[in-house]
C-alpha cells in the first residue's frame, strides 16, 4: 500500500513538474505582454512587470487591422474544415470499406505522399496556382482542403475500421446505398473523429503563416499570423504588443479545444493514435 501511494505521489510530481515546464512559456508571454519594451529582456528576468502595461493590449490591436485579418482567417478556417470534413470522409469511408482492385496501394501510396515536405512541392503547386491566376486570392488557401489530406483521410479510416459491419449490412437489407449508409449511420456516430479533424485542420488554417505569405500579396486580405510579423521591423521589435497580440490570437485555438475536448480525446483514442 504504501509502496502504492509513494508511486502515485512520484507520478503527480513528475506530472506538475512536467505541466510547470510547459507553462513558463505561456507565463512569459502573459509577463512580457504587460511590460514596457525595455524590460523584456532584463536579467534576471521581472516576472511581475512594473509598471503594467496594460494598454499593450488594446494599442497592439489597434495598430494593424487585426479586425480584418481576424475575419480574414476566420473565413480560411472555416472554408478549409468544411473541405477536408467532405473530401476526406467519403475517402476514407471507400478505402476503409469498399472493395475495388489496388485499394490497398492506393493507400501506401496516399501515405507515400505524407513523405514529401512541403519546400519539395512548395513551387510546382505555386507555379499552378500562378498560371490559375489564383494568387493573391484565398482560393490557394482553400481549394486544396476539397481534395483531401492523407493525414486525416489516414485518421478517419482508422476510425471507421472500428465500426462493426453488421450496422451496414442491416442497413444494406433495407435498401439504403452507399452514400445513404455513410450520412445517415456512419457520420452520426463518426462525431468524435470529426471533431479530431476539425480541430486539427482549424488549428493548422488559424496558425499557417507560410501559406498566406507566398500567396497573398494585398494587405486587406492578410491573416492573423501575418499581422503579427507588422510588430517586428529591421531595427526594432515591439515585444510588448506582439506579446499582446499574440495570447489574443491564442484564444479562438484554445475555445475551438475546450469545446471540442471531449469529442477529440475520444476521437484521438479511437483512431489508433494514442500512446
Not at 215 to 237: A, E, I, M, P
Amino acid at each position: 500500500m504504501k509502496r502504492k501511494r509513494l508511486a502515485l505521489a512520484v507520478s503527480y510530481t513528475l506530472a506538475i513538474l512536467v505541466a510547470i515546464l510547459f507553462l513558463l512559456p505561456l507565463l512569459w508571454m502573459i509577463s512580457s505582454s504587460l511590460k514596457p519594451n525595455y524590460q523584456v529582456f532584463e536579467f534576471p528576468p521581472r516576472w511581475l512587470p512594473h509598471p503594467v502595461q496594460w494598454s499593450n493590449y488594446p494599442e497592439a490591436l489597434t495598430y494593424v487591422p487585426f479586425g480584418r485579418y481576424t475575419v480574414n482567417t476566420l473565413f480560411i478556417a472555416v472554408m478549409t474544415i468544411a473541405g477536408h470534413l467532405l473530401s476526406c470522409t467519403l475517402v476514407a469511408y471507400a478505402f476503409a470499406r469498399l472493395q475495388a482492385p489496388g485499394k490497398n496501394t492506393l493507400f501506401v501510396i496516399m501515405l507515400a505522399t505524407m513523405m514529401l515536405p512541403y519546400p519539395v512541392t512548395m513551387v510546382p503547386i505555386y507555379i499552378g496556382f500562378k498560371t490559375l491566376g489564383w494568387v493573391n486570392s484565398f482560393r490557394p488557401l482553400i481549394v486544396p482542403a476539397f481534395f483531401g489530406s492523407p493525414f486525416y483521410i489516414f485518421l478517419l479510416r482508422q476510425f471507421f475500421l472500428t465500426l462493426p459491419p453488421e450496422l451496414e449490412d442491416a442497413a444494406r437489407v433495407d435498401g439504403a446505398n452507399t452514400m445513404q449508409i455513410l450520412w445517415h449511420i456512419i457520420l452520426p456516430i463518426s462525431r468524435p473523429a470529426m471533431a479530431t479533424v476539425a480541430v486539427f485542420s482549424f488549428q493548422a488554417a488559424w496558425n499557417d503563416f507560410l501559406g498566406p505569405l507566398i500567396y497573398l500579396n494585398d494587405q486587406s486580405k492578410y491573416t492573423v499570423s501575418l499581422g503579427l510579423n507588422f510588430f517586428r521591423s529591421s531595427y526594432d521589435v515591439r515585444w510588448g504588443y506582439l506579446m499582446a497580440a499574440s495570447l489574443v490570437t491564442m484564444l479562438p485555438v484554445i475555445l475551438v479545444f475546450l469545446l471540442a475536448q471531449r469529442q477529440f480525446i475520444r476521437g484521438i483514442a479511437l483512431t489508433g493514435l494514442k500512446g
